[in-house]
């Protein structure tokens, strides 16, 4: 998270240097993958020397959020009715999946060895994505005070973090974590308010297609992985973003003294 929080601060005195205009924005996702549910069985070992099995019922959490910072070129600024752009967003998305034990039987026959301890065991898992995404933007100046964008963005998108809480193992994770980053495209549309010192920008974001950059089969691993792949993942949003008008270098007139 440092080096993230090190990379967004580098680029963006960059950027700012650069004439373009820094925004801080935050997203509300709605995340869809498949049906949102998936289960596997858990074969639980007690101090009875046999195993208690479980059905884990998985489910990801429909809502999420996320914090984004997103750099307009300076044609954003521009007072023509129409102008092309470009941006570039560096953000994180932050999400969780709950996690239900419902007993099925034990290893043994002597009710004596069926304990049956995690009967209704609840946990949840945490997952943090980190992504950045180029964006074409399309800008029409509706009025003197409103600004309408339409972008088509193209990014790269990895999982960050992975935990499940009181539940040690890899299946704990609704999303396949082995080598998740994949390639991603989207489309947001943003209304832009003007006022003196800032705008403020309402918009939609929604995740059209992903594809995965890497073949995460393990053939050391004689088992398949029916996790839902972060590919599989949409994540459609609404945000609000505030963008600081930048600073403007002041003219100095030279006078014939001054030649």
Known sequence: MRHLILLIVTSFTLWSYGQFVPSVGTKLYHIKAGDNYQKYRVAWYNEMDTYDFY?????????????????????????????????????????????????????????????????????????????????????????????????????????FRSTARDFPFREASFIDNDRPVILTTNFESQITEKYKRFDVGYFVSLGLFSFPLFNDDDPEVDQIDNRTKLSEVRFNAIGIRIIPHPRLKKKVELGPEDL
């Open 55 to 159: 059905t884990a019922h998985n489910h990801l959490n429909p809502m999420g959020v996320g914090i984004n910072v997103r750099s307009f070129g300076g044609r954003f600024l521009d007072s023509s009715k129409f102008k092309l752009g470009y941006s570039l967003e560096l953000g994180f998305q932050q999400f969780r999946s709950k996690t239900n034990f419902i007993y099925e039987g034990s290893s043994s026959a002597h009710p004596d060895s069926a304990l049956n301890a995690k009967e209704g065991f609840t946990f949840y898992s945490d997952y943090t994505t980190v992504y950045f995404t180029h964006y074409l933007d399309f800008n029409w100046n509706l009025t003197t005070k409103l600004k309408w964008t339409n972008s088509i963005g193209v990014g790269l998108a990895a999982m």
